[in-house]
C-alpha cells in the first residue's frame, strides 16, 4: 500500500502489468505442463472416449455445438463484446482508467485488458476437458 501511496497512479499501473504478466505466463505454463502430462490430444481424446464414445466429438470438434439459428460469427461478436465490458464494468479496471491520460488511452486500456483476460481465458477454459 505505502508503494501505490508514494508511487500514485503510475505505481498502480506497472504493478498491475507486472501481474498480468505473471498471470498469462503463469496460464500457459500450466496448460503446457497438463498438456504434456496428459499425452497430448491423443491422451485427451483417449480420456473423453473412455467416458462416452460421441465425448470427444462434442468437446474436440470446432463448431461441435451449433444450436440452429446461431451463426459462428454472433459467437465470435458474443465473446468480444462480453470481454470487452467485462473490462470497461469490472469495478477495480475502471479506478484504474480512470486515470487515463485521455479517451484514446483509456480506450487502448481497454483494448489490452480485454486482450490480457481472453489469452488467460482461453488457456485456463482449455485446462478444463485436459484434466
Known amino acids: 500500500t505505502l508503494y501505490i501511496v508514494r508511487g500514485g497512479l503510475q505505481a498502480g499501473i506497472f504493478t498491475d502489468a507486472i501481474q498480468s504478466v505473471a498471470m498469462i505466463i503463469g496460464s ?3 496448460w ?22 460421441q465425448l470427444p466429438d462434442t468437446l474436440l470438434h470446432v463448431g461441435g455445438y451449433a ?13 468480444i463484446v462480453v470481454l470487452t465490458t467485462y473490462a470497461v464494468i469490472n469495478q477495480y479496471e475502471t ?4 486515470g487515463a491520460r485521455s479517451e484514446w488511452d483509456f480506450k487502448m486500456a481497454v483494448v489490452v485488458a480485454s ?6 481465458l ?10
Request: a positive charge; one cysteine or more; glycine letters at 10%.
Open 122 to 131: 482461453w488457456f485456463n477454459v482449455g485446462i478444463g476437458p485436459m484434466a
Open 95 to 98: 479506478i484504474r482508467f480512470l
Open 32 to 53: 503446457i505442463v497438463i498438456w504434456v502430462k496428459g499425452d497430448g490430444w491423443s491422451g485427451l481424446t483417449a480420456r473423453l472416449a473412455a467416458v462416452d464414445a
Open 67 to 79: 444450436p440452429p439459428g446461431v451463426p459462428p460469427i454472433v459467437v465470435v461478436l458474443s465473446f
Open 115 to 120: 486482450v490480457a483476460t481472453a489469452i488467460c
Open 28 to 30: 500457459f505454463v500450466l
